[in-house]
């Protein structure tokens, strides 16, 4: 329960001990001639701690805990998130072509296609607005995997086909707050992200270059054959101009 350390000869070895379950005491011994600043921290890998990021992305948290929101009106940063973006390329024709009842039997259906991949990834559907949807993951890699898969799921739905969606995917830091009893994203990396669907065309995925520089996301596209097309995008607010577009296998 205790370790004894003195700072001029430094630890006995270069592992601590094995400490016992319970109160600890770590008694340090300055015998240098000045003050010196001690950090005391939890080495350990950084998938082994679930943080706000990674709470908040998560569909089975939201649906276990939703009372477990933050307080009106309070603000909390997160260091990285990956948001992804869905819209239809036939915005505003639905209702007048099928009619309001058909045309939100389809909009559900989409919306519960969207839930069900996002979810099956990792992943939480944080919002649909009209005929758009925003979800978040932590990871990347997973949110283009869902992307992917999702494009290929309406394609090939007969009650969806037509659509014509459009996917973006932009990963960057991040503002939390709870809106209507439901954690949400805002700042500069949510309105980005929200701007990329118009980059695309009906049936394609946008990657900024933040979420295609991933390693685990390249060495994915590659697996499968997919080259991104590099183009230029006028968004505000995005540093980098370029995005990457593709479409997903059996798509074309």
Same mark, same amino acid.
């Given at each position: 329960?205790?370790?004894? #350390?003195? /700072?001029? &000869?430094?630890?006995?070895?270069? !592992?601590?001990?094995?400490? =016992?379950? @319970? ?17 005391v ?32 009106g ?31 039997? #389809?909009? /559900?259906? &989409?919306?519960?296609?969207?839930? !069900?991949?996002?979810?099956? =990834?990792? @992943? ?48 960057g ?38 979420v ?17 097309l ?23």
């Amino acid at each position: 329960r205790k370790w004894r #350390i003195d /700072l001029k &000869l430094g630890p006995d070895s270069d !592992r601590p001990p094995v400490l =016992a379950i @319970g109160g600890q005491v770590i008694e340090l011994l300055n015998r240098h001639v000045g003050e010196i600043l001690v950090r005391v921290e939890r080495l350990a890998p950084r998938e082994d701690a679930l943080t706000a990021a990674r709470a908040s992305s998560l569909a089975v948290f939201r649906e276990l805990f939703p009372g477990e929101v933050l307080s009106p009106g309070q603000l909390i940063n997160l260091n990285m998130v990956t948001l992804v973006v869905t819209r239809l390329d036939r915005s505003g024709d639905l209702y007048s072509e099928y009619g309001d009842a058909k045309a939100f039997a #389809i909009l /559900l259906e &989409l919306f519960r296609t969207i839930e !069900r991949i996002i979810r099956k =990834a990792g @992943g939480a559907l944080i919002k649909t607005v009209e005929e758009w949807s925003v979800s978040s993951f932590n990871d990347p890699s997973s949110a283009v995997s869902a992307a992917l898969e999702l494009l290929r799921a309406v394609q090939l739905s007969e009650q969806t086909r037509d659509l014509g969606l459009k996917v973006a995917i932009h990963r960057g830091s991040a503002m939390v707050a709870t809106l209507n009893d439901h954690l949400d994203y805002f700042g500069s990396t949510v309105m980005i992200a929200g701007r990329l669907p118009d980059q695309a065309r009906s049936g394609q995925l946008v990657l900024t270059k933040s979420v295609a520089s991933d390693p685990q996301v390249a060495a994915m596209l590659t697996s499968r054959g997919l080259v991104p097309l590099v183009i230029e995008a006028e968004i505000e607010g995005l540093a980098d101009r370029f995005v990457h577009r593709l479409e997903a296998e059996g798509t074309r």
